[in-house]
């Protein structure tokens, strides 16, 4: 599974952006997808995963900004981040369990799949 994200970039504090993370590969789309950060001199931290039935876990300082979405046709997951904060500066990186597991995870050991990430920054 090859992983490729996409849409980060420089927004001021209140903005908005939308991540996307593309799957690709002979194996199949994973089922359990998500999203972790890592910010300057921190870290990765999990922010959120998706399951294939689009069931959704999120990290409590996401408090209710951020949205993520799938579109199965596509392979592709959403994350739509809105009220950013410059606290959210992180480069994002998508991460996607094996194509069998169905159980999602905040542990980034539980993602065998990583994308190449994607820088955010968040002005003041």
């Known amino acids: 599974v090859q992983l490729q994200a996409s849409g980060g970039g420089l927004v001021q504090a209140g903005g908005s952006l939308r991540l996307s993370c593309a799957a690709s590969?002979?194996?199949?789309?994973?089922?359990?997808m998500g999203w972790f950060r890592q910010a300057p001199g921190k870290e990765r931290e999990f922010v959120v995963a998706?399951?294939?039935?689009?069931?959704?876990i999120y990290a409590d300082f996401v408090k209710g900004r951020y949205t993520i979405s799938r579109d199965n046709s596509k392979s592709t997951v959403y994350l739509q981040m809105n009220s950013l904060e410059p606290e959210d500066t992180a480069v994002y990186y998508c991460?996607?369990?094996?194509?069998?597991?169905?159980?999602?995870?905040?542990?980034?050991?539980?993602?065998?799949?990583w994308g190449q990430g994607t820088l955010v920054t968040v002005s003041s």
């Open positions: 590969g002979r194996s199949g789309s994973p089922n359990v």
């Open positions: 991460a996607a369990r094996g194509t069998a597991i169905t159980v999602m995870t905040r542990t980034s050991r539980g993602y065998a799949y």
């Open positions: 998706i399951s294939g039935d689009t069931h959704t």
